[in-house]
């Protein structure tokens, strides 16, 4: 349990996938990060499809992830890029945590995003479509360093973490610009 003067993260994985790459970048973030920040994944792999006529009242996987999304004091958005954008469920969370309209559970809130795919590009479209989507929904997102990484084999060590050392120092210091970055907005800062 995260302790009072801690920093609330949720966390927001864009695949639903058992050995998902972006899942297990997510947890090796984790350890660059200092102690006030405490993870809290966001489960979305439960949600039903996005239709405004189950919205009043919601179902309660949908009012859960509101809920957990509301008593984050920041985001962080890790994902894949499926067919040059953001995979469907992860935009159908977005759908969900944005309603009701003008008081959905994002607004406000400041985030990260990055992710990795096996391909050479990274996963720059696919933030790239999150950014523009998360800015209608008024979430401020860190805007420096990108960071769009190639995960092939070798990518992850055993344990868990970061293989390559010039990587692990490339993402400490994107966890650092995205400490920062939470701080800005942090009443306790």
């Not at 890790?78 to 977005?94: F, Q, W």
Request: aromatic share 8%; with cysteine.
């Amino acid at each position: 349990m995260p302790a009072a003067s801690q920093l609330k993260i949720g966390v927001f994985v864009g695949s639903i996938r058992k050995a998902s790459v972006n899942a297990q970048l997510a947890t090796a973030l984790q350890a660059f990060a200092p102690t006030e920040l405490a993870f809290r994944r966001i489960r979305i792999d439960d949600l039903p499809h996005y239709n405004a006529d189950l919205d009043n009242p919601a179902g309660p996987a949908v009012q859960r992830m509101r809920q957990e999304v509301r008593e984050c004091d920041a985001l962080l958005f890790v994902t894949p890029e499926y067919n040059r954008s953001i995979p469907g469920v992860l935009k159908n969370a977005i759908d969900w945590g944005s309603r009701p309209h003008h008081n959905g559970a994002f607004i406000g809130k400041p985030a990260g995003v990055i992710g990795a795919t096996p391909g050479a590009l990274g996963t720059a479209n696919a933030q790239q479509h999150l950014r523009n989507i998360l800015a209608c929904l008024a979430v401020a997102t860190m805007p420096q360093p990108d960071a769009f990484l190639q995960a092939g084999p070798g990518f992850f060590a055993d344990g868990g973490g970061i293989a390559n050392a010039g990587t692990r120092d490339f993402l400490g210091q994107w966890v650092a610009c995205y400490v920062q970055w939470v701080r800005k907005f942090s009443p306790a800062a």
